[in-house]
């Protein structure tokens, strides 16, 4: 087991105001799990008494609609927290967290979490900055579903995918979403995002391998997204 002291996944998160006592703590309390492709970390209404940080691998938060649908509100990447919120407002989650690959992630008791937040004012600084950061989000993500077309919504979620998580060697986006969490993350129908990646391909913005996909006109595509 990785000390938290010598993990630099630390440096990403709000865990980085923990000074070398308190981290010593951390990993006498923390445990690490491997977390398989298309596993449930948790689900949307269960209390985790405590926060997941992300040491390697990309998740996805999904919100269940009336429609029984799932909706993709946020990817998570390697060095963020998850559980920040239900911790401290003392609720229930209320997304579910599934991989999209597989991951390696470390959980941190509540209790211990809260004895940091208590003595700590950096870190409980740091932890309310993210959850602020959270809030923003979710505000303009709200406000793009209203006001942004389909195809802008596209547009803008192929640009953020490129800048969050790269590209591979082969100029694909690193990160491989099936067409259907595409769909989710910008609030549309398969059949339609689809039909969208198609017309894209079509004059040039993109080229589609298989699954895959390439960015070929950034420039193209920021018009469109802004």
Do not use: W
């Amino acid at each position: 087991m990785s000390k938290c002291e010598q993990c630099i996944i630390r440096e990403f998160s709000s865990l980085k105001a923990l000074n070398k006592e308190e981290l010593v703590k951390l990993s006498d309390c923390k445990t690490s799990h491997t977390i398989k492709k298309g596993d449930v970390i948790f689900e949307e209404g269960d209390t985790i008494n405590g926060i997941y940080c992300i040491k390697d691998g990309v998740c996805k938060l999904t919100k269940l609609s009336p429609n029984g649908k799932d909706h993709i509100v946020k990817l998570i990447k390697k060095g963020e927290l998850l559980g920040q919120r239900s911790m401290i407002s003392d609720e229930a989650v209320n997304l579910s967290a599934i991989a999209l690959e597989d991951m390696e992630v470390c959980f941190i008791p509540k209790s211990e979490v809260m004895g940091f937040f208590d003595k700590n004012n950096q870190f409980s600084m740091n932890v309310m900055k993210t959850i602020c950061g959270d809030l923003k989000e979710a505000d303009d993500h709200m406000v793009n579903l209203a006001q942004k077309t389909v195809k802008e919504r596209l547009a803008e979620t192929l640009l953020y995918l490129l800048n969050t998580f790269g590209k591979n060697n082969d100029n694909t986006l690193k990160i491989q979403l099936s067409r259907e969490e595409l769909a989710s993350m910008i609030g549309t129908a398969t059949e339609s995002c689809i039909r969208l990646l198609s017309e894209f391909n079509k004059i040039g913005l993109i080229e589609l391998s298989g699954k895959k996909i390439i960015l070929k006109d950034i420039n193209g595509l920021k018009k469109i997204a802004d």
